[in-house]
């Protein structure tokens, strides 16, 4: 069963404009991302925290839902962005 959930990872331009270098997407309840293969690879491989836990409890694209309602918590700097998850 497809879902068409998503998020997109956006990097900060040095004109100042926001470039999209990752999407992320729900499929099958396990996350999908692809762009740029070392963010790829990292957050595949490193994870992200739960900020829902009050425990440092890790995230993977295998935790499905859990994994993209977070990426906007990880990623919140002037440098890289997440956007909310969009149905």
């Given at each position: 069963?497809?879902?068409?959930?998503?998020?997109?990872?956006?990097?900060?331009?040095?004109?100042?404009?926001q470039k999209a270098v990752a999407i992320c997407s729900l499929i099958d309840d396990k996350v999908v991302c692809e762009g740029e293969k070392f963010l790829v690879a990292a957050l595949s491989f490193n994870g992200i925290y739960d900020y829902s836990s009050p425990e440092r409890v890790k995230l993977y694209p295998k935790d499905g839902m859990k994994f993209l309602e977070n990426l906007k918590f990880?990623?919140?700097?002037?440098?890289?962005?997440?956007?909310?998850?969009?149905?």
């Open positions: 069963m497809k879902k068409n959930c998503y998020v997109q990872i956006y990097k900060l331009q040095n004109d100042g404009t990880n990623f919140k700097s002037g440098y890289l962005n997440a956007s909310e998850v969009i149905k």
